[in-house]
């Protein structure tokens, strides 16, 4: 009879083990789906960039796409953000480029909605991954703890300007 107790405690518990792992599972591929579909928004992102950067007459800003990092999905959003911010200060965009910062501006709601997505899927796999004592048996199995998408300050202050 203990025996057999014992038996049911443990099926239980690989059932529970088994359950969480399917689950973060789940959530690691929408967030690979989310993340690809944001390298795809943030590359249509930076051809537009590069279209503004080809239209102005400003000389300083024609090198600036170059420093773009596109291997790594947070220093390539941050990064295409600033180089935006750059060039939106720019006097000297012609109409056309002017369209095409409002076409940025469609953009970054498009980007801002995937990072959300992003962030509540990552919060949900995070916390599932660090429940006690299952986060000892998710590292032997390679499974990571997940980085989210930060807020900008600046976004504050542009709502409190508006």
Same mark, same amino acid.
């Given at each position: ?54 239209? %102005?007459?400003? &000389? *300083? =800003? @024609?090198? #600036?796409?170059?420093? $773009?990092?596109?291997?790594?999905? /947070? ?23 002017? %369209?095409?910062? &409002? *076409? =940025? @501006?469609? #953009?970054?709601?498009? $980007?801002?909605?995937?990072?959300? /997505? ?26 990571? &703890? ?17």
């Amino acid at each position: 009879m203990i025996k057999f107790i014992i038996i049911i405690i443990i099926l239980i518990i690989v059932l529970i083990i088994l359950k969480n792992y399917f689950t973060l599972k789940e959530l690691d591929l929408k967030i690979d789906a989310c993340s690809g579909s944001l390298f795809e928004i943030l590359d249509l992102k930076k051809e537009t960039i590069e279209k503004i950067i080809k239209s %102005s007459k400003n &000389k *300083d =800003i @024609k090198n #600036i796409i170059s420093d $773009i990092n596109t291997d790594n999905l /947070f220093k390539y959003d941050e990064d295409l953000y600033q180089t935006f911010k750059k060039i939106e200060v720019d006097k000297t965009l012609t109409k056309k480029a002017l %369209s095409m910062t &409002k *076409d =940025i @501006k469609k #953009i970054d709601e498009e $980007i801002d909605g995937l990072k959300n /997505f992003y962030n509540v899927n990552v919060n949900k796999y995070n916390l599932m991954y660090n429940k006690k004592p299952f986060i000892y048996l998710y590292n032997l199995l390679k499974l990571e &703890k997940k980085e989210v998408f930060k807020e900008r300050k600046t976004s504050d202050l542009n709502i409190l300007k508006d």
